[in-house]
Each structure stands twice: as C-alpha cells, then as structure tokens.
C-alpha cells in the first residue's frame, strides 16, 4: 500500500546548524511532495513542495531534494533559529486525490 | 480574509453522546478532508469529499459520520460508537486539479 517513512522522529540542532529531515515514499506514481510545519496546537502550513519533474527547490533558508530513482526526498534548513522549532510533516500525493503524512519530526532548535 | 475555519477550538464530549464538528471554507476549494491527530502521531485520514454530495472513508471511518450539502462546508460528526475519541482534529481543503491540501486550525477533543 502507499507509505511514507520519516526519519528523525526528534532532531534537536544549536542555532545557526542545519537540519535535515529525510522522507521515503513507496508509491512510484506520486508526484507531487509537500512539506508542512505544525507549531503546537495549530494546524500544518505548507513550507515548500516539489514535483517529480525538478531535483530540487530552494526557498530562502529551506531547500527539498528529490531522487526519483530511490524514492527520497529531504528537507534542508540553513542557519537555523529557534522559531523553526516545530514538527515537520513531509507526505506525497496518492490516488483519488489524497496526500500520504510521514510520521513528523519534532524539530527542536537551541538557542 | 480567505481560508479554513474550524469551530469550536475545544469540545467537550461525555459518554454516549454524539457531537460535530465544523468546517467551512471559502477559497472555493472543491475536495474537503478530516484527518485525527494523536499526540505525537502523523496525521490519519477519516473521511474525505471531492465533490459537493459525494465522500469516501479514509483509513480510520469507523465511529464517524460527514456530510457533504455545500460546497464550503463539510461537518464531521464523532459518534458514540467511537470510543477513543480524545484527539486534535483537522480540516483541509484543496482546489480541484491541484495537489496542496491547504489545514484549518483544529479541534481539540476531550472526553469528560
């Protein structure tokens, strides 16, 4: 069936690292994978997505890799800040129109 | 303002009863979806609409209900049947022929 594996599940980071959260997706027809940052008691917002026809995008300090050949896609974030403290959700588009969540991450940055 | 409402932000349910909650957009967006949160988990699907008077179940239907009368609008109904019901519940919606599912601000659930 379609499956999305997440891994970190927890990443804690000093402020000004990167973090870099990696997504495995097993359905080869998705195409379309957004990123979503939840803070706490509130609901996802996309960050960034990318589709299967591009390698990778970049949006200020956040960057998504996709290799279609192994089914990964990441998320990069540059000189991070404690406002990027969150959970992180990646998912990849299945069929009727439904999106597929890995697990999150729980991002925690240290100041 | 366009975008995702959902009502209440806290709801208090007690044993045996039934109780809905709301979601309305207005983006115009056609396909509407409840997902359950549990702390610390991924987001799970329940039910999901496309078209106005038309849904499906998700992974984990059971013990829930939705209605599809309007466009903007997709209620979600938690039943007595449903007897782990304490959980953060979000709403999204996406345009028809694109991808991005766009959350609502959630309900929380609790059980008295």
């Given at each position: 069936g379609e499956n999305v594996e997440q891994h970190p599940s927890t990443l804690s980071v000093q402020e000004g690292d990167s973090a870099v959260i990696k997504c495995t997706y097993s359905d080869s027809a998705s195409n379309y994978f957004p990123w979503y940052k939840q803070e706490l008691g509130k609901g996802p917002q996309l960050i960034i997505d990318i589709r299967s026809n591009v390698g990778e995008k970049k949006d200020q300090r956040i960057a998504v890799t996709l290799n279609k050949t192994a089914k990964h896609f990441s998320l990069h974030i540059t000189e991070?800040?404690?406002?990027?403290s969150a959970v992180y959700f990646c998912a990849a588009n299945g069929q009727g129109g439904k999106l597929i969540f890995g697990q999150g991450t729980e991002l925690s940055v240290k100041p | 303002d366009g975008g995702i409402t959902q009502s209440p932000k806290y709801l208090f349910r007690k044993e045996g009863q039934n109780v809905t909650l709301s979601c309305e957009q207005n983006l115009n967006h056609d396909a509407m979806y409840w997902y359950r949160q549990d702390p610390g988990q991924g987001l799970r699907l329940i039910y999901y609409s496309q078209i106005v008077n038309d849904f499906q179940k998700g992974d984990i239907a059971e013990g829930y209900s939705v209605s599809r009368e309007k466009k903007e609008s997709f209620p979600l109904t938690v039943t007595s049947a449903q007897k782990n019901p304490t959980a953060f519940y979000l709403c999204a919606s996406r345009l028809a022929g694109g991808e991005t599912q766009y959350f609502g601000p959630g309900t929380r659930l609790l059980v008295l």
């Open positions: 991070t800040q404690p406002e990027d | -």
